[in-house]
């Protein structure tokens, strides 16, 4: 059986020919590992593995990872969606937070932010395939959300992320990501974080500028969600 450090060298070799095969330098992509439904266990094997960077979708589940492994030095983002409630715990243990698709999440996440701490690091989540049912703002909602955010205290904001629709084919899977390219660029605000691209469609996202890829499948294996 295959090990996460195995999953690891493969994936940083599709990360590098990715980078190469449109001129990018490999070390402006990084790794996000997405740990939701993985045991502590497999975020240690991770990092033994050089795995710095963890994304976590559910609160509860997070929290009680972080506190079997506070002896390493993780980073830990917040990826899934996000209620109200759930913001001042956000906000006092996580370094970046990838969802943020509206205003008043954004500024209960200021305020709550300890002031002891950096400010949070912020991807704002849009909706760039159209789907009803996903989160995201809409590109119409974009810039503004984008200024009120930016202005936020306890914030920083980086950049934006996108799940688009899943598709098989490259030019789908490239329009996607090119359109959040093109909405992070048309903002003008000097960001510099795209988090786009996952286990199956990351060369698509790093061909158009990704910044992080949020992986979990292809370093952790299948989730299996009846045991979760
Ligand atoms: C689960 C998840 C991922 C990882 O997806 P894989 O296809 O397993 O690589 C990335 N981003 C978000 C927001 C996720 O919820």
Redesign the pocket.
Known sequence: MSTIADHLGALAARIDSAALACGRDPASIKLLA?S?TKPAAAVREAYAAGVRDV?E?YLQEALAKQDELTDLALTWHF??PIQSNKTRAIAEHFAWV??VDRLKIAQRLSEQRPTELAPLNICLQVNVSGEDSKSGCTPTELPALAAAVAALPGLCLRGLMA?PEPSDERAVQEAAFARLRELQASLNLGLDTLSMG???DLEAAISQGATWV?????LFGA?DYGQA
Do not use: C, P, Y
């Open positions: 997405v939701k994304g979708n990826i899934g990838h969802s799940i996952m286990s199956h949020r992986i979990g499948t292809a989730r």
